[in-house]
Structure formats: C-alpha cells, structure tokens
C-alpha cells in the first residue's frame, strides 16, 4: 500500500511538473508574440497628392489594438487590428509605418515608383550638437524633472537645456534649446525646442533608452519662411535623404567623477520641404 502510494505521489508530482512545464511555455509563448504591422496602398501613389493606405496590426495570430503612424499621420487600429489612414507622399523610395502597442514596435515599408518629379534639392541636412553640461564651454545643465537622482536620458522625464554648437546646418545651429524626453513606456517621446518657446520645434519617438535612432515626425524649425517640410521614415537609411535620424547621447560627470551631470545629444538627418 505504501509502495503504491509512493508510486502515486511521483507519478501525481511529474504530471504536476510536466503541467507546471507546459504552462510556463505557453507564457513564454505569449511573451515573446511578435508585434507585425502591414501596410498598402488602396491605390496607386501619386506625388504630392493624398493617398490612401490599409493594413492590420497583429500580436502572435491576433489582431490588436495600436496606434500607427505614416510620417505623422496617427490613427488607431479597431479590435481585429485593421487601420486605414490617408497621407500625402513627397518622394519616391521606400517610406514606413510604425505601429505602437505596449513596449512593442513594429514596422512594414512600401516603396513608391521613381515616375514624377521629385528633386533631391528639396532635402535639407539639418544637425543638433547640444552640450548640456556645467564644463561645456557654454555651461548647460540636465535635470530629471521631479524625480530626484541622476538623469538617465530616455528613462523616466528629463530635460537639458544648453546652446548648441554653430557651424551646424539648419535652424538650430549656435541657439539655446531644450530637449525633453517623457517618462513612459518605449517609444519614448522626444523633442527639440528653442528655450522658452511652447511649442514644439522638431518631436518625434526612440525606442528605448539606449536608441541610436529618432524619429522625427513633426515640429517647426522655422521654416515657415521656405515652405512646408516632411521626415523620412525608412529605417534603413538612417541619417540620410528619405530615412531616420541618427542619434548619440553621451553623458558626462563632475570634474572628481563622482556623479553624471549632464549629456551631449547630437542628432543628424535630413527634412523635405515639401513647397519650395
């Protein structure tokens, strides 16, 4: 009877442990679904005219709900994950959507043919160098808002504020900006003003903390003077016409490097204006 038992108590706790097995794969599974995005043209692109795209966003086998974005157009997607947006496109190449859900980016591309007229003119070099330190030649300073500590760029809000180096291409070149991260989840929202202006000059999203890309999806960077301007979105051509921008945050300490006090943010891409 005692050997019977004994007998069934292993058989009950390897069933229990091959249960426990089963079930921690399958959470394993669940977490490491993949985020997808589709997208395609309703019709054929035409330049410089509004067109429209479908697409679905799915988790694992399931549609989901999630924001999308073509170069600053945002919509949500329903509960089956299905989306329909309409955007203006500038250029030929290849051009992405990004969808958003939790922690999770995904993109699909779609490029459009080299048939009309698009001048490689229109895009514009534009560079940050901001040295937001107290031993940069033009003292800057970083803070992390209302939570006390170090400022870890991307993690939790920050702000630094600093003048950026002259000598750089575009409008931010030799001025006093601010560059402000929000405390949330990746992507994290990030943007680039002139101090004191409310308003937005360039924003966009990185992945993370550690990202050495942005995605700049909008803003005014005063060039209201020339025309409108877009951003590219390809994801492999960071850093140059019709991609992302590339981006390198370093941080900095005090002279006894005892604690971190400040960042160098320098970002470099290119903007297509789109009336000039």
């Not at 500038?90 to 859900?101: D, E, I, P």
């Not at 170090?150 to 702000?159: A, L, S």
């Not at 301007?229 to 390198?248: A, E, M, R, V, Y």
Request: net charge positive.
């Amino acid at each position: 009877m005692m050997l019977l038992m004994g007998k069934s108590w292993r058989l009950a706790t390897a069933v229990s442990a091959m249960s426990c097995l089963v079930l921690l794969f399958g959470v394993e599974q669940a977490t490491a679904a993949s985020l997808r995005v589709s997208i395609k043209p309703t019709a054929k692109v035409k330049l410089n005219q509004r067109s429209c795209f479908e697409g679905r966003v799915t988790l694992g086998r399931r549609g989901v709900v999630a924001e999308v974005d073509l170069e600053g157009k945002n919509v949500k997607s329903n509960r089956r994950g299905a989306y329909r947006l309409c955007q203006t496109i500038h250029w030929t190449g290849a051009h992405a959507v990004y969808a958003f859900k939790g922690g999770r980016t995904a993109h699909d591309k779609f490029r459009v043919g080299t048939t009309g007229m698009t001048s490689g003119v229109n895009w514009k070099r534009f560079e940050i160098q901001l040295p937001a330190y107290p031993q940069a030649p033009m003292p800057g300073s970083c803070a992390p808002g209302a939570i006390p500590g170090p400022v870890e760029f991307g993690i939790n809000y920050g702000v630094c504020i600093g003048w950026s180096n002259p000598g750089t291409d575009g409008q931010f070149s030799g001025k006093r900006l601010m560059v402000e991260w929000q405390g949330k989840p990746t992507p994290t929202d990030l943007r680039f003003m002139y101090r004191g202006d409310y308003c937005p000059c360039i924003y966009g999203w990185v992945d993370g903390p550690g990202a050495r890309i942005f995605h700049p999806t909008g803003g005014d960077p005063g060039l209201e003077e020339q025309g409108g301007f877009k951003f590219g979105s390809d994801p492999d051509k960071p850093g140059q016409p019709g991609g992302t921008w590339l981006l390198k945050t370093t941080p900095h300490e005090d002279a006894l490097g005892l604690y971190q006090n400040g960042w160098t943010i320098h970002t470099i891409g290119y903007l297509y204006e789109t009336r000039s």
